[in-house]
């Protein structure tokens, strides 16, 4: 028995049954135990590493079970970086394997010597570097503890030499007794304290005007969220991670808040006089009331995170639906329902301006077109993720959530790329389930080579390119938080329906509004990976639900500073709703 195969049948018995990654020759010997081993652990071999980084912290966002990946010393271990911070920043339990050089070059400036640990010391919760076979058992146990109770990453990194070494040739040393670690479960029970639930309950029940803010630690507590907001006569505001935690047909939710949110999201923040908070840390605190302006009460499963944005009287410690199930016995139902209905009154006025925007003929195609097409036509059971740029504004506002779909993006890190990765993820952990990527042309080029990886393991993705020339997002900052023309942003274009051909996938095109909703349902039919390309209107802006004054001076400035694009924005923008402020 190898070293290696220590460390894969440890994972093995942690339940561990896939792997993303890349092989090279600083982590061979695994790749050989992961050969010896393939009829009870997975590999699934990648383009790209970051990719593989990406995939096991979606497998972890979509399972809430360990993602794994793995990479080779030096160049293959820096890869990794993105996609693992992207988990570690979103809350995300996932163990990194990498490999070193001979334990008896480190340090010498040999080929690829980087000292993987010592680069992932912000990152890595537990981070560990392998000293000899014996070794391996206790290192893997703490290491998977580590990132599944803390919810975060882990890297072991593993000289090359000590993978392919038999454990008999290897004395124990005195203290290190074999197999004094274990595998069971251990899920904490965190729960409030009694009194803290009575101060809460008690905030809670003198409030008047009552609003919920709900982000993914609630995820797994639709059910106490609709209980409480129907106790509370309170509107559900839901965090950009938290999309799924109630469908957006529920009549307790607004939807998001932020620059992509809703209106009446906003609202409700601006107007409540009591804030509940249940497991979010949503970053845009100028969203939320003024300090002091609302009573608050947060729930959250980590005690640092209580207070970090807004506040509050009461830190409620623990798990969302535990700590739910013990607050909502203390809450009365509020007769006075005004609060509520006044939010969803405007989710009425919302959905119609959504519908109108989403509906428009124009040609070029407005991008809200074809998400609002594809939106329509998920299954209840689909599983959405999304990149970043101005196409998480129409994924956020024209995907709506139905029935037990899950949604994401990467959220904290915010970076681009994690779609199509992430769909992967998805679709290896649920084989039967509808798994689609909705992407934009800058993120999508970035990692597209892995969307061979879908043709290669038959993974039936569906990917929805939304083809705007530019990278969207950042040409509206430009112009509209700093007041300057756009630079840098245009992209050489990509057909990328012929290059999902020359992959072996399939490959779509829509281009006018009237044949879209035709185009996404047969794409979406269609048996094995696919991409569509939406060539969208580049200047169609991804407008705030409320434009303050000063985007709109900046939005002017920039057009005047000679924007090249000046002449059409004025003509499509301007016949929007900036027109009113510009
Ligand atoms: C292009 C782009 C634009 C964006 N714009 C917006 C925007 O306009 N609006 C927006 O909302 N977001 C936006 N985001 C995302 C944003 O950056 C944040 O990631 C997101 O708002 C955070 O959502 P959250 O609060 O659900 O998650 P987090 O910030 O991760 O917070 C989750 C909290 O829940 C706690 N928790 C976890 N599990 C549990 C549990 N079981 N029980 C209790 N607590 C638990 C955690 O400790 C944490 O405090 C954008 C992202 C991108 C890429
Ligand atoms: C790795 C990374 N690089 C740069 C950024 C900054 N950034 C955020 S959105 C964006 C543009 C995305 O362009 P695209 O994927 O085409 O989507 P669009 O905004 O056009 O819809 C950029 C460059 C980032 N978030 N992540
Ligand atoms: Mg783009």
């Known amino acids: 028995m190898t070293a290696s195969d220590v460390l894969v049948e440890s994972l093995i018995e942690w339940g561990v049954d896939v792997i993303f990654g890349f092989p090279g020759d600083g982590i061979n010997g695994v790749m050989e135990a992961l050969r010896t081993h393939q009829d009870q652990i997975r590999f699934v071999q990648v383009r790209h590493e970051e990719a593989a980084a990406f995939m096991a912290c979606g497998y972890a966002k979509y399972t809430g079970k360990l993602g794994v990946c793995l990479a080779t010393s030096g160049p293959g271990g820096i890869h990794l970086l993105n996609g693992l911070y992207d988990a570690k920043m979103d809350g995300q339990p996932v163990l990194a394997?990498?490999?070193?050089?001979?334990?008896?070059?480190?340090?010498?400036?040999?080929?690829?010597?980087?000292?993987?640990?010592?680069?992932?010391?912000?990152?890595?919760?537990?981070?560990?570097?392998?000293?000899?076979?014996?070794?391996?058992?206790?290192?893997?146990?703490?290491?998977?503890?580590?990132?599944?109770?803390?919810?975060?990453?882990?890297?072991?990194?593993?000289?090359?030499?000590?993978?392919?070494?038999?454990?008999?040739?290897?004395?124990?040393?005195?203290?290190?007794?074999?197999?004094?670690?274990?595998?069971?479960?251990?899920?904490?029970?965190?729960?409030?304290?009694?009194?803290?639930?009575?101060?809460?309950?008690?905030?809670?029940?003198?409030?008047?005007?009552?609003?919920?803010?709900v982000g993914r630690g609630a995820l797994d507590a639709r059910l106490e969220v609709e209980q409480a907001a129907e106790k509370l006569g309170a509107p559900v505001i839901k965090a950009l991670?938290?999309?799924?935690?109630?469908?957006?047909?529920?009549?307790?939710?607004?939807?998001?808040?932020?620059?992509?949110?809703?209106?009446?999201?906003?609202?409700?923040?601006?107007?409540?006089?009591?804030?509940?908070?249940?497991?979010?840390?949503?970053?845009?605190?100028e969203y939320l009331p003024k300090p002091g302006d609302a009573q608050g009460v947060q729930i959250d499963m980590d005690p640092k995170r209580i207070g970090l944005r807004y506040p509050v009287e009461v830190g409620l410690v623990g798990d969302s639906r535990a700590v739910l199930r013990e607050l909502l016995p203390r809450l009365r139902r509020k007769d006075n329902r005004s609060f509520l209905e006044k939010a969803q009154k405007g989710m009425k006025e919302w959905w119609k301006l959504m519908e109108e925007r989403a509906t428009r003929r124009d040609i070029p195609m407005k991008p809200q077109v074809i998400a609002h097409e594809l939106g329509k036509r998920l299954r209840d059971d689909a599983i959405v993720s999304c990149d970043s740029g101005t196409i998480a504004t129409w994924w956020a506002r024209h995907i709506p959530v139905r029935g037990n779909q899950m949604h994401s993006l990467s959220g904290t890190l915010a970076t681009m790329a994690n779609g199509l990765p992430y769909t992967i993820a998805a679709q290896i952990a649920y084989p039967d389930r509808q798994c689609v990527g909705f992407v934009g042309d800058g993120g999508f080029s970035m990692l597209m080579a892995d969307f061979a990886t879908a043709v290669k393991y038959q993974l039936p993705i569906k990917i929805v390119i939304v083809k705007n020339g530019t990278l969207g997002q950042i040409k509206w900052e430009q112009m509209v938080f700093l007041g300057n023309p756009e630079f840098g942003v245009e992209l050489q274009p990509i057909d990328f329906a012929a290059f999902a051909h020359a992959c072996g996938g399939a490959g779509f095109t829509a281009e006018d509004p009237a044949d879209c909703g035709r185009i996404v349902e047969e794409f979406l039919n269609v048996p094995g990976p696919a991409v569509l390309q939406a060539v969208v209107d580049p200047l169609e802006p991804p407008l705030p639900a409320k434009v303050t004054a000063d985007q709109a001076i900046k939005f002017a400035e920039s057009l005047a500073r000679g924007e090249p694009n000046r002449t059409k924005i004025a003509l499509t923008a301007l016949s929007d709703k900036v027109r009113e402020l510009v």
């Open 241 to 285: 991670l938290g999309k799924g935690v109630l469908p957006d047909d529920s009549p307790y939710t607004t939807g998001g808040i932020g620059l992509l949110g809703t209106k009446p999201s906003q609202e409700a923040l601006e107007e409540c006089d009591t804030l509940l908070m249940i497991g979010s840390s949503f970053p845009y605190i």
């Open 97 to 213: 394997i990498t490999g070193m050089q001979f334990h008896d070059l480190v340090g010498t400036y040999t080929q690829q010597d980087v000292a993987l640990d010592r680069l992932y010391l912000d990152l890595a919760t537990y981070n560990e570097r392998i000293m000899g076979p014996t070794h391996v058992e206790n290192v893997v146990d703490l290491a998977v503890r580590t990132a599944l109770s803390y919810r975060t990453v882990s890297h072991i990194t593993f000289p090359v030499d000590f993978q392919e070494m038999s454990l008999s040739k290897r004395q124990r040393s005195k203290r290190n007794v074999p197999h004094h670690t274990s595998h069971a479960d251990a899920n904490g029970a965190m729960l409030a304290a009694r009194e803290d639930l009575d101060r809460a309950a008690e905030i809670l029940n003198v409030g008047k005007k009552v609003a919920i803010l």
